[in-house]
C-alpha cells in the first residue's frame, strides 16, 4: 500500500503502446522509496512511451532528478516545453534541473609546467618592479617641478599644513625612535664587548658603537621607523581622501594636489628626519656608553674621550647627508601609494602596506649603494 501523498510510477502497456503514469508526490521525504521504483523500470522505458503527469502531485529538485533518471534528457525536455500539461512553475523547474544535470562538466585544468610557471611569475614580478620604478621617477619629476614654482612664491607656502606635519612626523615620533636605538645600542656594545674580549680589545667597543650608529644604525633605523609609521600614515590619509572623493573636489575647486597634499608632508619629512636622525645618534652612544661602564669599566668620560680621539667628524657627516635622501625617499613613496588608492578600504589597507614595503626595501637599497660608494671613496 502507498501512503497519501507519496509518489507512484506505473508503467503499463496495451495495444503496442507503453504508457507511464506518474501520481503522488516527488519530494525528497519520498526519496528513498521513488529511487528504488525508477531504478527498476528504468530499463523498461522506451523512446515512445507516452507519459501521463496529470496526477502528479508535490515536486522539487530531487524528484526532478529522479524523473531525469527514469525518462531521459529526451523525455524531460518534452515535459519541459510549452505543449506540456504542467504549470509554468514546474515546466520552469523541470528545465533549470535538466540543464544542471545535462551541463558539460567543466574542463580539467591542466597541468602546469613547473619551470615555464615559475618564469611566468618572474617575468610578471619584474614587469610590476619596472612599473613601480617609472611610476616613482614620474612621480619625483612632478613633486620637484612643483616644489620649484611654488619655492618662488612664498604666499603659497602652507606653514600651517607644514608645522601639523612637523610636529606628527618629528615631535610625535622621538620617543620610539630614541628607546629604540637606546636599545641597539646596548646591544651592539654587548655584542662587541663578549667577542672582542677574546683578542684583548674590549676598548674598541667604543669605536665599534660611534662608527656603527653615526654612520649606519643612527639613519637606517630611524628611516625603518618613520617607514614603517610616517609612511603609511601618509598613504592611509591620501588614501581616505581619494576614498571619499576629497582629492576630485580638490582638483574641482581649482587646486593641485601635489601642491596641497604632498609638498607639506615631504617638507616636513626632509626636516624632521635629521633630526631624528641625530637624536637617534645621540641614543645609541648612550646606550653603548651605559653598557662599557657597567660591563668593562669604561667611565663615561673614558668613551667620550676616545670617540672624539678616534672617530672623525666625516663619519657624522655621511650619516646626515644620507637622511633628507631617506627622507625624500619615504615622503614620495607615501603620498605615491595613496593617490593610487582606488576608493575601497580594502585599497586602502593593500596601498598602506605596500608603502612601507616599499619604503623599507628602497631604504635599504640606497644605504647599501651609498655604502659602497663611501668605501670606493675611501670617506
Not at 188 to 195: H, K, M, P, S, Y
Not at 238 to 257: F, Q
Not at 364 to 369: K, N, R, W
Request: proline share 3%; hydrophobic share 55%; aromatic share 6%.
Amino acid at each position: 500500500m502507498t501512503s497519501a501523498g507519496e509518489g507512484t510510477v506505473v508503467l503499463s502497456r496495451s495495444a503496442g503502446e507503453s504508457r507511464l503514469a506518474l501520481s503522488g508526490d516527488w519530494t525528497i521525504a519520498h526519496y528513498g522509496a521513488l529511487a528504488s521504483r525508477v531504478a527498476a523500470l528504468r530499463s523498461q522505458v522506451e523512446p515512445g512511451t507516452r507519459v501521463e503527469v496529470a496526477a502528479l502531485g508535490a515536486l522539487d529538485t530531487a524528484g526532478v532528478a529522479l524523473l531525469h533518471d527514469l525518462l531521459g534528457a529526451t523525455h524531460l525536455a518534452h515535459l519541459a516545453g510549452d505543449a506540456s500539461p504542467l504549470g509554468a512553475e514546474r515546466r520552469a523547474l523541470l528545465k533549470a534541473v535538466a540543464d544542471a544535470l545535462t551541463s558539460e562538466p567543466a574542463a580539467p585544468l591542466r597541468r602546469g609546467y613547473a619551470l615555464g610557471d615559475v618564469l611566468e611569475h618572474v617575468g610578471r614580478t619584474t614587469v610590476v618592479f619596472w612599473r613601480h620604478v617609472v611610476d616613482i621617477a614620474g612621480f619625483i619629476g612632478i613633486t620637484l617641478q612643483t616644489a620649484f614654482a611654488v619655492l618662488l612664491r612664498p604666499r603659497r607656502w602652507r606653514m600651517t599644513s607644514l608645522v601639523a606635519n612637523l610636529e606628527r612626523t618629528a615631535l610625535d615620533a622621538v620617543p620610539i625612535v630614541a628607546l629604540l636605538t637606546f636599545l641597539v645600542g646596548a646591544v651592539v656594545a654587548f655584542l662587541g664587548a663578549t667577542v672582542l674580549a677574546e683578542f684583548g680589545a674590549s676598548i674598541f667597543t667604543v669605536d665599534l658603537v660611534a662608527y656603527s650608529f653615526l654612520r649606519e644604525f643612527g639613519v637606517l633605523l630611524t628611516a625603518i621607523i618613520v617607514a614603517g609609521r610616517t609612511a603609511s600614515s601618509f598613504t592611509a590619509q591620501i588614501g581616505s581622501m581619494r576614498a571619499n572623493e576629497e582629492v576630485d573636489a580638490i582638483r574641482v575647486l581649482g587646486l593641485d594636489p601635489v601642491e596641497l597634499l604632498v609638498l607639506p608632508r615631504v617638507a616636513a619629512l626632509l626636516i624632521a628626519l635629521p633630526m631624528l636622525t641625530f637624536v637617534a645618534m645621540i641614543s645609541g652612544i648612550v646606550g653603548g656608553m651605559l653598557v662599557c661602564a657597567a660591563k668593562l669599566d669604561i667611565s663615561p668620560v673614558m668613551f667620550l674621550s676616545g670617540v672624539e680621539n678616534n672617530v672623525g667628524i666625516t663619519h657624522f657627516l655621511v650619516g646626515m647627508v644620507k637622511a633628507p635622501i631617506f627622507a625624500f625617499l619615504i615622503g614620495i613613496i607615501g603620498c605615491l601609494e595613496g593617490f593610487r588608492v582606488s576608493g575601497s578600504a580594502q585599497s586602502v589597507g593593500e596601498h598602506t602596506t605596500s608603502a612601507v614595503v616599499q619604503s623599507i626595501f628602497t631604504v635599504i637599497v640606497v644605504d647599501a649603494v651609498a655604502a659602497l660608494f663611501c668605501m670606493e671613496m675611501g670617506w
